[in-house]
């Protein structure tokens, strides 16, 4: 049985699920009772689009339940988490196997609540085997039905706020709408377009963070081709959007082994402008700003964070102004302006590019990074790209999206990297 097809599979298997239990508690060490616990992981771990941490994390139980009963030192405790994740697993695929058939219009069973009542009747009346089963199953969904997917994980996280700690046990994620309250986004927000598909769900809830809900819908805009967060927490919006740095032990600024690729990328700017009025839009945790004063610019810098703000301005002993872009206020223009991994960050990406645009002389360079959904990285990654789960982004361009407003705004583009800063970001060198 490599995968189920049919729910009579999925009824032996649960047979199977059941008789192992008695198996095990009358003969735990015996090689029958190994034999029928692979039986049931073999379809599981072959089960396809499952989501990989799922997978692996069952994995892991059911190779060491399998290798402790092989040495005789298997506990009840050991089996019973196996048992409740075999049973999430199985679950899963019922949930699943339902919706395939629903979208063929031959579902079984009728209703919601018949699915309901066949599940808690084959395990036993766990609402919260349910639960943990209908947030996996869903997440199946996250590029096939990706609001069916949205949709299905809030709600479950609604019902069971503590659903992912108790499916893992190294996850610690609870969700509390009231403390997150994301605004919903119906329109673009990077071309006004209000024509808009659901692309990809991303799950949120395994990053382990409290302050997000536990999925984001990233909708693909089809004005402008590129994408954008249906969900984004208010308080995100603006102010904090991220912390890059921390005062731990005296020790501001550690360096992450970029300094160099930074002065590389001011080398390439240099061949299309030598001037040094030099401005910095968001410095994070402050490494390129080092490298630009090492390089010999005349550096400002403006940054919406405050606590990075003062971090980083105490550490260069550089007058950092604490604001956000688009309210900054400037008596200079500048021949060198830096917005590496801004424009994802904010509310009005097009209109940060125009404000840059405005503050730059003529010849003025633009340095422009972002994430980039059409990169080799995320070609070859898909959606095991990272960049996808990122919590604080709220837009994500591809350089054919990004170009004609780079083109409309007045930017001429000199030169396109791969980033070898961030895996799936380009970056541009633009000149006025
Ligand atoms: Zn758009």
Redesign the pocket.
């Given at each position: 049985m490599k995968e189920l097809t049919h729910f009579s599979d999925f009824k032996i298997l649960i047979e199977m699920l059941y008789s192992v239990r008695t198996a095990y508690y009358d003969t735990p060490n015996d090689t029958n009772t190994v034999n029928t616990i692979l039986s049931i992981s073999e379809p599981i771990l072959n089960r396809k689009n499952s989501s990989e941490e799922n997978l692996k994390q069952y994995s892991t139980v059911a190779i060491s339940l399998v290798d402790l009963i092989k040495l005789g030192k298997a506990t009840d405790k050991d089996f019973e988490v196996w048992y409740q994740r075999a049973k999430i697993h199985l679950a899963e695929m019922f949930i699943s196997l339902s919706y395939d058939f629903l979208n063929n219009d031959n579902y079984f069973p009728d209703s919601d609540d018949e699915l309901d009542k066949m599940l808690l009747e084959f395990f036993d009346g766990d609402f919260f085997i349910f639960r943990a089963a209908h947030y996996v199953a869903s997440r199946r969904y996250a590029l096939k039905d990706p609001m069916l997917c949205y949709k299905n994980t809030m709600s479950d996280f609604e019902k069971e706020p503590e659903l992912l700690q108790k499916i893992f046990a190294n996850k610690h994620y609870c969700y509390s709408p009231e403390k997150i309250k994301d605004a919903i986004y119906n329109v673009?927000p990077?071309?006004d377009?209000e024509e808009e598909k659901p692309f990809y769900c991303a799950d949120q809830a395994i990053l382990d963070h409290n302050s997000f809900s536990p999925a984001k819908l990233w909708m693909k805009?089809n004005?402008?081709g590129?994408l954008y967060a249906y969900n984004f927490p208010v308080w995100n919006m603006g102010e904090i959007n991220g912390h890059y740095t921390s005062k731990t032990e005296g020790q501001v600024l550690t360096p992450r082994n970029q300094l160099v690729k930074y002065s590389n990328i001011f080398n390439h700017i240099k061949k299309f402008n030598l001037g040094t009025k030099y401005l910095e839009v968001g410095v994070g945790s402050g490494e390129m700003l080092a490298v630009a004063l090492e390089m010999g610019y005349d550096v400002s810098a403006v940054e919406i964070c405050r606590e990075d703000c003062e971090n980083i301005s105490g550490a260069l002993g550089v007058d950092i102004v604490w604001s956000d872009f688009l309210k900054y206020k400037s008596e200079q223009k500048y021949d060198v302006i830096i917005m590496g991994d801004i424009l994802e960050h904010v509310s009005k990406p097009i209109d940060a590019l125009q404000k840059a645009y405005d503050l730059l002389n003529n010849n003025g360079i633009l340095w422009l990074s972002t994430p980039n959904f059409n990169s080799a990285f995320t070609r070859m990654r898909k959606f095991t790209d990272p960049m996808w789960n990122q919590k604080n982004h709220f837009t994500y361009f591809s350089y054919e999206g990004l170009e004609p407003f780079l083109k409309k705004v007045g930017f001429t583009v000199k030169r396109y990297d791969v980033s070898e800063r961030y895996n799936g970001s380009m970056e541009l060198i633009l000149q006025k």
């Open positions: 673009c990077i071309c377009s805009c004005g402008c590129n």
